[in-house]
C-alpha cells in the first residue's frame, strides 16, 4: 500500500514515514505544494495524508486539484489548524477524513487502515473472493481454510490485483505500487514479473483458480 505524506514539517514527516513504514506501508513525501502536484499528477496512491499550510500552497487547493483531476487516492488532512470550518470545508471538497496535530501514531494508522478499507474492499476487514480469504487486519491469506505464506510484496500485488479485478493493470503501474517512485530508476521493470510469477505459483499450489491473466503487450489483469 502506497501512502504520500504531503508536508513541510522535516521532523514529522520522519517520524509518521518511519511508523508506517514500520506497519509494512511504502511512504513517499512532498515537502511544497508544487512537489505534491507533481506526484499526484504522476502517480496514484492509497492515501494521501495533506497537510494544510505548504510552502507554496494551500493543502485545500491541493485537495481541489485531487477531485478536478478525478482520482480517486483516498485523503487523510492532518493539520494543526483545528478550525471547524477548516474540517468542514475539507471534507466536503471530498477528503476522506481529518486528523488534528499532534496525534498518535496508532490513531493515524488506524484511520489510514479504514480510508482504504472503505474506498477499496466494501468497508470490510476481511475480503472473500470465491476459495480466498484475506483478513486485512492480521495480514493473512488463506484458501480453503489453508495459510498461504506470501512475501510483503506478494501479498501487495495480490491486494493491488483483487482491489482492481477485471482492469488491466500495466507493469509499470504495478512498478510503481511495489517500488513507488524508485521504479522509474529502474532500467525495466523484470521484477514485476518475477513477483506475478512467484504469486501465480502459490496460488496454484493451493488449488486456487487461475484469476491472473496475462495481457500481451499490456499487462496483468485479475478476471473473475
Same mark, same amino acid.
Given at each position: 500500500?502506497?501512502?504520500? +505524506?504531503?508536508? =513541510?514539517?522535516?521532523?514529522?514527516? @520522519? ?13 513517499? *513525501? @512532498?515537502? *511544497?505544494? $508544487?512537489?505534491? !502536484? =507533481? ?32 482520482? $480517486? ?10 478550525? %471547524? ?5 475539507? &471534507? $466536503?471538497?471530498?477528503? =476522506?477524513?481529518? %486528523? ?9 494508522? @488506524?484511520?489510514?487502515?479504514?480510508? +482504504?478499507?472503505?474506498? $477499496? ?5 476481511? &475480503? *472473500?473472493? /470465491?476459495?480466498? *480469504?484475506?483478513?486485512? &487486519? ?9 495459510? !498461504? ?7 501487495? %500485488? ?5 482491489? /482492481?479485478? /477485471? ?5 509499470? @503501474? &504495478? ?12 532500467? /525495466?521493470? =523484470? ?17 486456487? #483458480?487461475?484469476? +491472473?491473466?496475462?495481457?500481451? #503487450? ?7
Amino acid at each position: 500500500m502506497k501512502i504520500l +505524506i504531503v508536508e =513541510d514539517e522535516e521532523e514529522l514527516v @520522519a517520524d509518521i514515514s518511519k511508523y508506517l513504514t514500520g506497519e509494512n506501508y511504502l511512504c513517499e *513525501t @512532498a515537502k *511544497t505544494y $508544487q512537489e505534491a !502536484i =507533481d506526484r499526484i499528477h504522476a502517480y496514484a496512491y492509497d492515501c494521501i495524508l495533506l497537510d494544510l499550510m505548504l510552502p507554496g500552497g494551500d493543502g485545500i487547493q491541493l485537495l481541489e486539484y485531487l477531485k478536478a483531476q478525478h482520482k $480517486q487516492d483516498g485523503v487523510i488532512i492532518i493539520s494543526a489548524k483545528n478550525s %471547524l470550518e477548516d474540517k468542514i470545508k475539507g &471534507l $466536503q471538497i471530498g477528503a =476522506d477524513d481529518y %486528523l488534528a496535530k499532534p496525534f498518535h501514531h496508532a490513531e493515524l494508522a @488506524a484511520r489510514i487502515h479504514s480510508v +482504504i478499507r472503505r474506498k $477499496q474492499f466494501d468497508n470490510s476487514n476481511t &475480503l *472473500t473472493q /470465491n476459495e480466498i *480469504t484475506i483478513d486485512l &487486519l492480521s495480514k493473512t491469506v488463506r484458501i480453503s481454510e489453508e495459510n !498461504i505464506v506470501l512475501t510483503r510484496k506478494e501479498y501487495d %500485488l495480490l491486494l493491488f490485483f483483487i482491489g /482492481n479485478k /477485471n482492469r488491466i493493470l500495466s507493469k509499470s @503501474a &504495478l512498478a510503481e505500487h511495489l517500488s513507488g517512485d524508485f521504479a522509474d530508476m529502474f532500467d /525495466n521493470h =523484470d521484477f514485476v514479473y518475477a513477483h506475478v510469477k512467484n504469486l501465480k505459483r502459490k496460488l496454484k499450489e493451493h488449488q486456487y #483458480g487461475d484469476y +491472473i491473466k496475462t495481457i500481451y #503487450g499490456s499487462g496483468y489483469k485479475w478476471e473473475i
